[in-house]
């Protein structure tokens, strides 16, 4: 098996463990009582949509993290997936289980910001590859938006 297949299972596993330790720490999350009431924004996509986005930015996000592990190996590039890592699992539980829409906003804030720099740092390098990433960081622009209407308008 190449080595390029073998780092995109680890990504796989890692993101997609990622989004499991994060549905664990929602609690009841998006069925829980404080968010039902919450004015959430009129752009809200359904329930349902949420899967379906977060399964396809992690297999695009696996695939371009094994792309730029391979352009750009070392600690420098595990420091940085470690912080989206703790960023994108710590939101879920800052929002849904702490109830904490302004500290969740930080956090998302934060973790646009890191998924940013992977787009804009090392586009160049990954040519038409970036691509992938880029589900990701609209994702994060959407979510960030909810996040602000919620914090705002609560």
Do not use: E
Request: net charge positive; charged share 5%.
């Amino acid at each position: 098996m190449s080595t390029h297949i073998q780092y995109i299972l680890l990504f796989l596993v890692l993101n997609f463990g990622a989004l499991a330790i994060g549905g664990y720490l929602i609690n009841n999350g998006p069925q829980a009582n404080w968010y039902l009431n919450l004015n959430r924004a009129p752009w809200t996509p359904p329930g349902w949509f949420f899967g379906v986005a977060w399964t396809t930015i992690m297999v695009c996000f696996s695939i371009y993290l094994a792309h730029l592990l391979a352009l750009k190996p070392g600690s420098y590039f595990w420091v940085v997936f470690f912080i989206q890592f703790v960023l994108n699992i710590a939101w879920n539980f800052i929002f849904f289980n702490q109830q904490q829409i302004g500290l969740g906003l930080i956090d998302i804030i934060l973790l646009t910001i890191i998924v940013g720099y992977y787009l804009f740092q090392f586009g160049s390098g990954l040519g038409i590859k970036t691509w992938f990433i880029v589900p990701y960081f609209v994702w994060l622009l959407i979510a960030t938006s909810l996040n602000a209407y919620a914090f705002f308008k609560n």
